[in-house]
Nanobody
Framework: QVQLVDAGGGSVQAGGSLRLSCAAS????????TAWFRQFPGKEREFLAL????????QYANSVKGRFTISRENAKNTVYLQMNSLKPEDTAVYSC???????????????WGQGTQVTVSS
């Protein structure tokens, strides 16, 4: 069993930066691929970025490529999402997820963080 805790959200002006973190409990976290998603009110979860077990492979959605960077520190059981050049349309609830499959499909992830709100003002 893996439990994920998201943190680092907040309010920032357009053009600013935030770093989200996803802290995992359990000794097997390094066995899971991890991803970040976001959700707008009334919408489905949107894939943002994923990283494989060892941190050697990453994949990004076109909407965030070049602005967001995913990374992980398995020794700390933590995954990060560095978000730069934030835009008002990035305002959403951001959640991390862990699973045994490298995929952009949210339904295939086994564990989820509680989500953290990111608000970007113009």
């Amino acid at each position: 069993q893996v439990q994920l805790v998201d943190a680092g959200g907040g309010s920032v002006q357009a053009g600013g930066s935030l770093r989200l973190s996803c802290a995992a409990s359990g000794p097997t976290f390094s066995r899971y691929a991890t991803a970040w998603f976001r959700q707008f009110p009334g919408k489905e979860r949107e894939f943002l970025a994923l990283i494989n077990l060892g941190g050697t492979y990453t994949q990004y959605a076109n909407s965030v490529k070049g602005r967001f960077t995913i990374s992980r520190e398995n020794a700390k059981n933590t995954v990060y999402l560095q978000m730069n050049s934030l835009k008002p349309e990035d305002t959403a609830v951001y959640s991390c997820a862990a699973g045994r499959t490298i995929t952009t499909t949210p339904g295939l992830y086994d564990y989820w963080g509680q989500g953290t709100q990111v608000t970007v003002s113009s």
